[in-house]
T-cell receptor, first 117, second 114 residues
Framework: AQTVTQSQPEMSVQEAETVTLSCTYDTSESNYYLFWYKQPPSRQMILVIR??????QNATENRFSVNFQKAAKSFSLKISDSQLGDTAMYFC??????????????FGKGTKLSVIP | EAQVTQNPRYLITVTGKKLTVTCSQN?????MSWYRQDPGLGLRQIYY???????DKGDVPEGYKVSRKEKRNFPLILESPSPNQTSLYFC?????????????FGPGTRLLVL
């Protein structure tokens, strides 16, 4: 069974500072994909960043970057220069592609991030 | 504009009254899925569909039905809703290829079953 664990239910950060959200996962598959989704108060699910497990280079998207440690099954999200608009629930998610029709996205329980002015 | 749409966005109903939540995508995606989100539990998959006429159960399928008669539509059916199905529901779609796995989400449907 695939599992995703986010150990920090809530976090806060001062505006303009850097914060790191942690995520660990468990799978026996070798080919998989990892995502961070953001859910602001509007409840919309917004893709922040994605990482293919076969790529060793960590993904970056503007102020967002990941630290992907495949051996440790760890996938943390770093937000630099935090902005008030970053206040949201952040979900780590994970999927595999079997090619045989089984394709399931498994989510962690989320980390609520508050950016303080 | 590429998007996933859901209707209705908000729904209040009573126990046992059948309801359907529609989901439509205009991106020609093969894969579609339904999730429910509950406080402290994250998102859990209800059903998914790899392509037309092919559906399969996710983690929490009890009490729900789906159908995929057309590529773009994937309605979620609650034949006899119960209060424990009060939740926030998301539909999602994806190309589901080896190079593009990202799931794109609809705006959500908030359901209250009295």
């Amino acid at each position: 069974a695939q599992t995703v664990t986010q150990s920090q239910p809530e976090m806060s950060v001062q505006e303009a500072e850097t914060v790191t959200l942690s995520c660990t996962y468990d799978t026996s598959e070798s080919n998989y994909y990892l995502f961070w989704y953001k859910q602001p108060p509007s409840r919309q699910m917004i893709l922040v960043i994605r990482q293919e497990a076969y790529k060793q280079q960590n993904a970056t998207e503007n102020r967002f970057s990941v630290n992907f440690q495949k051996a440790a099954k760890s996938f943390s999200l770093k937000i630099s220069d935090s902005q008030l608009g970053d206040t949201a629930m952040y979900f780590c998610a994970f999927t595999t592609y079997s090619g045989a029709g089984s394709y399931q996205l498994t989510f962690g329980k989320g980390t609520k991030l508050s950016v303080i002015p | 504009e590429a998007q996933v749409t859901q209707n209705p966005r908000y729904l209040i109903t009573v126990t046992g009254k059948k309801l359907t939540v529609t989901c439509s995508q205009n991106m020609n995606h093969e894969y579609m899925s339904w999730y429910r989100q509950d406080p402290g539990l994250g998102l859990r998959q209800i059903y998914y569909s790899m392509n037309v006429e092919v559906t399969d159960k996710g983690d929490v399928p009890e009490g729900y039905k789906v159908s995929r008669k057309e590529k773009r539509n994937f309605p979620l059916i609650l034949e006899s809703p119960s209060p424990n199905q009060t939740s926030l529901y998301f539909c999602a779609s994806s190309p589901a290829t080896r190079t593009e796995e990202t799931q794109y989400f609809g705006p959500g449907t908030r359901l209250l079953v009295l």
